[in-house]
């Protein structure tokens, strides 16, 4: 069964992390996850990790790359996403951005290499739009998460656990 062009809505929780597993599920070595605030209980379901776990542990071309405007605080609230990161630090990176105008972006997103996404206008709320098969969507956001990658720094409060 394919899932190839099927549109992906959410407007609660539920939907949300319905959304984001199936996602997760189709998505193929490379992952960016921009989510300004590590909201409790958003992609931390033993689901999501199980999935974020296979694409970050799927070969050596494994990337999962997260933006965040507040990694110590996530780290500080034990954000099960990043103490997946810490065990995972060769394949799932965290970085923070810098720049004035990156840390006023209030969306939160998540793009696939495979050309899936998964956008929420406001990080605040559940109410997301996306699609399993929009590269030239998933190419747009996948190219501001790379500008705004490029010029944040890593987050050096999380340091990965020497296991």
């Known amino acids: 069964m394919t899932s190839a062009g099927r549109p992906l809505a959410a407007d609660d929780r539920a939907s949300l992390e319905a959304a984001l597993l199936q996602l997760l599920a ?3 070595h490379r992952l ?3 989510l300004p605030t590590m909201e409790p209980g958003i992609l931390e379901s033993e ?3 199980a999935e974020l ?3 970050a542990t799927g070969g050596r071309h494994a990337q ?3 933006l965040t405007h507040d990694a110590e605080r996530a ?3 034990g954000h099960r996403l990043v103490a997946l990161a810490q065990r995972l630090p060769t394949a799932m990176t965290i970085r923070v951005p ?3 105008s990156h840390l006023r972006y209030a969306s939160a997103f998540v793009t696939d290499l495979a050309g899936g996404f998964l956008f929420r206008p406001s990080a605040t709320r559940f109410e997301a739009r996306g699609d399993l098969d929009a590269p030239g969507e998933t190419s747009r956001l996948t190219a501001y998460f790379d500008e705004v990658w490029e010029r944040a720094e890593p987050a050096w409060q999380i340091r990965p656990l020497g296991i």
Do not use: K, N, P
């Open 26 to 28: 189709g998505a193929h």
């Open 32 to 34: 960016a996850i921009y």
């Open 47 to 49: 689901a999501a990790l």
């Open 53 to 55: 776990r296979r694409l």
């Open 64 to 66: 999962v790359r997260i």
């Open 75 to 77: 780290h500080r609230e």
């Open 98 to 100: 810098t720049d004035e």
